[in-house]
């Protein structure tokens, strides 16, 4: 899992800002995912993507936006509209299909 | 969609004894059941997994079963050590229009007494 990135590590952010959260993999992974994590809750799925230039909604995708412009990398926007931001974020890659799930560090966003 | 119940929320054993952790899933299509450890603060790690054409698979002191039938699967560790307290996650993946699709539960926290 040394082979993907996120940063920063920790990001306060004041209401009504956007902020763009990073994410890098050299594993040569097709698929890359961004999940939020609550204090006590599990992982919960806001996009994923399988290929370059696609992306698919998670389940809790309202607030939030991403591309995937190169096949290493998959930024997450945290935009205005998410009521309630203040979160763990953790991104992840795997081969296509199902299989190992390899996640990042993480990043600790706040909202002040 | 797929729906994954995990149980118990938290779990206290002393050291050297079993611990087992319960998921169920909702959607027949489910085909690989991932399980991770997240340590506190750190990102998740998967410490086993089982495929949908094999009931059981065992990896030193920890083991998993799965029953499609039944729609469940399990985490059994052997001889705890409290170097095994942590959060564990299960997990259920399956192809969704092309997609592979993971739901994960809801996390067990496990203590384990010295």
């Known amino acids: 899992d040394g082979g993907i990135t996120q940063s920063p590590k920790y990001l306060f952010r004041k209401e009504g800002q956007n902020v763009t959260l990073s994410c890098e993999q050299n594993l040569n992974h097709d698929a890359m995912y961004w999940y939020r994590q609550d204090p006590g809750q599990g992982l919960r799925l806001i996009y994923y993507s399988q290929i370059v230039n696609d992306f698919q909604k998670g389940d809790i995708a309202e607030g939030y936006s991403v591309s995937r412009e190169k096949k290493e990398s998959f930024p997450l926007t945290v935009t205005s509209a998410q009521k309630n931001p203040t979160a763990f974020y953790l991104c992840?890659?795997?081969?296509?299909?199902?299989?190992?799930?390899?996640f990042g560090p993480g990043t600790r966003l706040t909202v002040l | 969609g797929e729906n994954v119940e995990q149980h118990p929320s938290t779990l206290s054993v002393q050291e050297g004894d079993s611990a087992v952790i319960k998921c169920t899933y909702s959607d027949s299509a489910s085909n690989y059941f991932p399980w991770y450890k997240q340590e506190l603060g750190k990102r998740p790690q998967l410490i086993i997994d089982?495929?949908?054409?094999?009931g059981e698979k065992k990896d030193q002191r920890i083991a998993v079963t799965l029953n499609k039938t039944a729609k469940h699967f399990s985490l059994h560790i052997t001889e705890t050590q409290p170097e095994d307290s942590a959060v564990y996650f299960c997990a259920a993946s399956r192809n969704s229009g092309g997609y592979q699709k993971v739901t994960f539960g809801t996390g067990t926290k496990l203590q384990v007494i010295p």
């Open positions: 089982i495929r949908s054409n094999v």
């Open positions: 992840a890659s795997s081969l296509q299909g199902p299989d190992t799930q390899y």
